[in-house]
């Protein structure tokens, strides 16, 4: 089921990354930069949701789809983390959160094919915590991206921070909850 409209939906979030990087090396005021960027980014968010929704719904489940939706997150969430951080929107705490963010998305990446390649993939699977931390980030970014006042009130800027805060605690809680699942595991197989 490599082109049904769930996959088709996860596969516009992968496109969509050098769409979101190319806003910024445009010949537009960094206004209207981020404007698009955060549009577009917000507008692939939302098929995170709908993908998973149509999939059900159309009964067009997958496994490559069940492959492929976590990978699209990772790499739009990723890409975004590296782009606010060449734009000098993080800071250094930002940067660091961001490495834990990204850290975590290799450990789990890997973690998850190593417990497939023993067959106990089971013990990995995606949590309501994993999804809650997606969520989070996929909220967070949008705000950083846009880098202003939204209906001239609402700091973004700050909104995001503290929004990519919480990813973070999302974030560490996920990974040590899933290292937890796989530690019985990691235990019979290390001695």
Request: with cysteine.
């Amino acid at each position: 089921m490599f082109f049904t409209i769930p996959t088709l939906l996860t596969w516009a979030r992968i496109v969509a990354i050098p769409v979101i990087v190319g806003v910024f090396h445009a010949p537009l005021t960094p206004e209207v930069q981020n404007l698009v960027a955060t549009s577009l980014f917000a507008a692939v968010a939302i098929t995170d949701w709908l993908d998973g929704y149509l999939a059900r719904k159309l009964n067009q489940a997958s496994s490559f789809g069940a492959f492929l939706d976590p990978v699209a997150d990772k790499f739009l969430v990723c890409a975004s983390l590296l782009v606010l951080i060449d734009l000098q929107r993080l800071g250094s705490w930002g940067a660091l959160m961001a490495l834990v963010i990204i850290g975590r998305e290799i450990a789990i990446s890997a973690l998850r094919e190593w417990m497939a390649q023993i067959g106990a993939s089971g013990s990995v699977a995606v949590h309501m915590v994993g999804k809650l931390k997606t969520t989070a980030q996929l909220v967070a970014i949008p705000f950083l991206l846009y880098d202003g006042h939204l209906f001239g009130v609402i700091d973004t800027h700050l909104w995001g921070m503290v929004l990519l805060v919480a990813a973070v605690i999302l974030t560490v809680w996920s990974m040590v909850y899933y290292l937890r699942k796989a530690l019985p595991e990691i235990r019979a197989r290390a001695g």
